[in-house]
Nanobody
Framework: QVQLMESGGGSVQAGGSLRLSCAAS????????MGWFRQAPGKQREGVAAMNSNGAQWYADSVKGRFTISQDNAKRTLNLRMNSLKPEDSGMYYC???????????????????WGQGTQVTVSS
């Protein structure tokens, strides 16, 4: 399994921005599907954004146009740029990886077997 560690969470007012990063223990630039997920208290974990080694990307409808996923291969990091944040974006954000080049069910937590510990994002109104 891949070891993953998230960073960049914090507290921000509605309309603000944050950039999350996820450091991976191996080179995930090829053969891996990488994703960001979030979980609010009392709710199920949900997919936010994902991308595969070919650069294809998937986004939850709720974040399209506001969030951007990217990968820095040289630094072995997966990033999530979050703009125009809303209170409903609050939650614990997790980075995940799956050895797959197709990203089947890219936004489903069940498709991933490597997870980070998470970083908290709090958006106040």
């Amino acid at each position: 399994q891949v070891q993953l560690m998230e960073s960049g969470g914090g507290s921000v007012q509605a309309g603000g921005s944050l950039r999350l990063s996820c450091a991976a223990s191996v080179d995930t630039s090829s053969r891996y599907c990488m994703g960001w997920f979030r979980q609010a208290p009392g709710k199920q974990r949900e997919g936010v954004a994902a991308m595969n080694s070919n650069g294809a990307q998937w986004y939850a409808d709720s974040v399209k146009g506001r969030f951007t996923i990217s990968q820095d291969n040289a630094k072995r990091t997966l990033n999530l740029r979050m703009n125009s944040l809303k209170p409903e974006d609050s939650g614990m954000y997790y980075c995940a990886a799956e050895l797959s080049i197709y990203c089947i069910r890219a936004l489903s937590p069940m498709a991933y077997n490597s997870w980070g510990q998470g970083t908290q994002v709090t958006v106040s109104s």
